[in-house]
């Protein structure tokens, strides 16, 4: 492959960003500085460096981000930090797959794959999305039946049916919600639509893949080779 597509592959600029890294003697390959942006070069065999530190092709990458409250799914953002501030990875072709809101903790996919990416947002794919959830009030068998019959949640289209399990109820009920889709606020929509307020929410799986419970609130891991293989076999509800 060419020089410049492996240095922007890997995450070191735009093509003419690297161009100019290349220009500015900052890239040399088996050792050598006299390069160009055009040379071919195979990724399995040459040494490539930027500025002295060695690079290893991977075209794709699979992060598991545990995002806190407080920050924005964007990758910019003029008032809040945001989820890639904290992916300090050194690349610049990563984005977040899907969104949960400001106040939404949990589990969230950082990636530069944007066909996995749009499988995994995808509604007619049905991969599963499982939240953790406070709500105010004692949730119950009724609410249960609402979400498993699909709920009209003001779209033009109700949300499909989504499993309600109640791990606890009183005052205020500790549930865990399955749902399929990524509408917009749709958990706490789905709530609103039975009368009820989510005072806490955090998703825990994405498919099969599950929030690692080493991670704290900011951190992140590249998935493992087998989570990447079950997101990818788009194991279904
Ligand atoms: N549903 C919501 O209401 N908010 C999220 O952040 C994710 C799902």
Redo the contacts with the bound molecule.
Sequence with gaps: MRLDKFLADVGMGTRSEVKRLIHQGAVAVNGSGRISPKQQIDPKHDVVCCFGTELHYQKYVYYMFYKPKGCVTARKDKTHKTVMDYIDVGRTDLFPAG???LD?EGLLLITNDGTLAHNLLSPAKHVR?T?LAKVDGCVGAKEAEAFANGLDIGDDTPAKPAKLVILSSGEASDVEVT?TE?RY?????MFHAVGRE?LA?K?TAIGDVTLDAALSPGEFRELTKEEEEALKAGKRE
């Design positions: 969104r949960l809101d939404t999305k939240y749902i990524g606020h749709q958990v706490k929509r989510v929410l998703r």
